[in-house]
């Protein structure tokens, strides 16, 4: 299993941009989806998840400005990034609990993390 993530860039503060991550391989289904970002110098913090079933939850920081989605068919996972600020500069990590079987557990896995950075 493989999560592939793309999107990144540079961007001027107000700017957006849009994150894909799409997951492959031997997978029988997805749990929750999420973004997570490392700034410079700081822990990985959570950005956004998207369960299978229900409400999507978000930072208080991105709330209002980012928005998740996911794509069940494709195995993809979306994050739309609008008014960007300098402080969203981070790398981005997609993230996803995959069953590869119906006895299987989920299991953790992750994108390779996609830069973002925001100028002022």
């Known amino acids: 299993v493989q999560l592939q993530a793309c999107g990144g860039g540079l961007v001027q503060a107000g700017g957006s941009l849009r994150l894909s991550c799409v997951a492959s391989?031997?997978?029988?289904?997805?749990?929750?989806m999420g973004w997570y970002r490392q700034p410079p110098g700081k822990e990985r913090e959570l950005v956004a998840v998207v369960p299978s079933g229900g409400s999507t939850s978000y930072a208080d920081s991105v709330k209002g400005r980012f928005t998740i989605s996911r794509d069940n068919a494709k195995n993809t996972v979306y994050l739309q990034m609008n008014s960007l600020k300098p402080e969203d500069t981070a790398v981005y990590y997609c993230?996803?609990?995959?069953?590869?079987?119906?006895?299987?557990?989920?299991?953790?896995?992750w994108g390779q993390g996609t830069q973002v950075t925001v100028s002022s």
């Open positions: 391989g031997s997978i029988f289904s997805i749990n929750d």
């Open positions: 993230n996803a609990q995959i069953k590869k079987s119906a006895t299987y557990y989920a299991h953790n896995y």
